[in-house]
């Protein structure tokens, strides 16, 4: 007589401990306080627009208010996730997160979710997607199998899902306006004269290894001629190279030598020339 053969379900963990029930019933009950609040305490835009302002107003906030990275030939700018957190605090009632829903070592992927959510008008943004637990090199792709890697990797890329979520969520003109006051606070420098802020950009990227010249030929124009525009978007740059966004060499490419300046400096020099 043939006996049944059971076969384990993929669909959802066969047990779920202690700590996993509690933590759903906590959640459960964080999203029914969340609501009552709320609606108990609307946002008062007035104070949210006055938060906002003050926040972009800040040097620290403004200099990580942006990314930039190179995509098919050409460099992609905007806002980056830690403004979209900021104004979330600023505009209040607004859950966001990001969510592994299921790690799959198998295949090795992870299904993640990420999520914003206006618990005062009980307007939501979500998405699904699924996160390869590998990276690409200079080689091709590598596995990646580090417990903490993957970690590392679900997060910087539901990071961009969170902040298109809460962007999704916030008014257009709300964000806009963050943006605007940004952009105006790195052009303003803090208050520091504009040769200083000059000065201490070429000091930061000679610590990169980028000379003045490199900089100089990617503005097409010498430093002394350099505007507010041209320090805040160095800014933009060197933060984006110490996240990882780009590399250095995206951004300020090594002159090219030509074959005939290569002969030419390998020529010996004339002896009358030595001479003097």
């Keep these: 007589m043939n006996q049944p053969v059971h076969l384990p379900s993929s669909s959802a963990p066969q047990r779920i401990g202690q700590g996993t029930a509690v933590e759903q019933s906590r959640a459960a009950a964080e999203v029914q306080a969340a609501v009552v609040v709320a609606q108990q305490c609307p946002r008062n835009i007035q104070t949210a627009v006055a938060e906002m302002r003050e926040s972009c107003k800040q040097m620290t ?16 700018t905007g806002a980056s996730v830690h403004l979209a957190r900021e104004l979330a605090r600023c505009w209040g009632n607004l859950q966001y997160g990001l969510v592994e829903m299921r790690r799959d070592d198998d295949y090795g992927q992870s299904e993640m979710q990420a999520f914003a959510w206006d618990v005062q008008t009980n307007s939501r943004n979500s998405s699904t997607f699924i996160v390869p637990h590998r990276r690409d090199t200079k080689d091709g792709p590598k596995q990646v199998t580090d417990m903490r890697d993957i970690y590392e990797l679900n997060t910087n890329n539901g990071s961009r899902r969170v902040r298109e979520a809460i962007f999704a969520i916030l008014p257009p003109w709300f964000v806009e306006e963050a943006k605007d006051i940004c952009n105006q606070t790195l052009k ?11 000065a201490d950009a070429i000091k930061v990227f000679e610590g990169l290894g980028v ?3 490199r900089i100089e030929a990617r503005f097409e124009r010498d430093s002394g001629k350099w505007t507010e525009h041209d320090v805040a978007q160095l800014l933009v740059i060197y933060k984006s190279i110490q996240r990882g966004e780009i590399t250095v060499e995206d951004e300020f490419p090594a002159p090219r030598v030509s074959a005939d300046e290569l002969i030419g400096a390998s020529k010996p020099k004339p002896a009358d020339a030595v001479a003097k």
């Design 61 to 76: 906030l403004a200099e990580r208010a942006f990314y930039r990275y190179p995509k098919g030939g050409q460099t992609i």
């Design 211 to 213: 000379t003045t010249d």
């Design 188 to 198: 303003n420098g803090g208050g520091k004269p504009l040769a200083q802020r000059i």
